[in-house]
């Protein structure tokens, strides 16, 4: 399954906690509990949760039904963003939960490279429609 993007967060914040604890990592230097407040993390896996429980069937699905999905997972994305500042997904954090929604419909049968080419967009544009992150 997919590696949730929150996951790789939380192994972040851990590994640099225990380098601060370590005496490696100057606290003054430690930002991740910064860019990763626990509410942020909580209200983004709640929207994951939801997406997940979308996912079955879609394989069967039409495009319709497929983009609806993605559709609702990027709007409250978008939502969890906005209630953090509108900063909360940087870069790196946008790529890795484009990949996420990408490799969860792959695992659940959904041809990404076949259904964003129906609609005239590469692969990677999927969310683009919908996304304010």
Known sequence: ????PTADWRDGMAEEAAKVAAGVLDP????MAGLFPEDLLVATDAVLD?????LPGLAEAGDARIL???ERVVLALNAV????????????EREQL???IDASLTEHGVD???LTARHGLGRYQLTDKWRKW
Not at 1 to 4: I, K, L, Q, S
């Open 1 to 4: 399954m997919a590696e949730r």
């Open 68 to 70: 609806a999905v993605v």
């Open 50 to 54: 939801t997406f997940e429980g979308d």
């Open 112 to 114: 990404v490279v076949a």
């Open 98 to 100: 484009c990949l996420y």
């Open 81 to 92: 963003n906005e209630a953090h500042g509108g900063g909360a997904f940087e870069t790196d």
């Open 28 to 31: 003054d230097c430690a930002c």
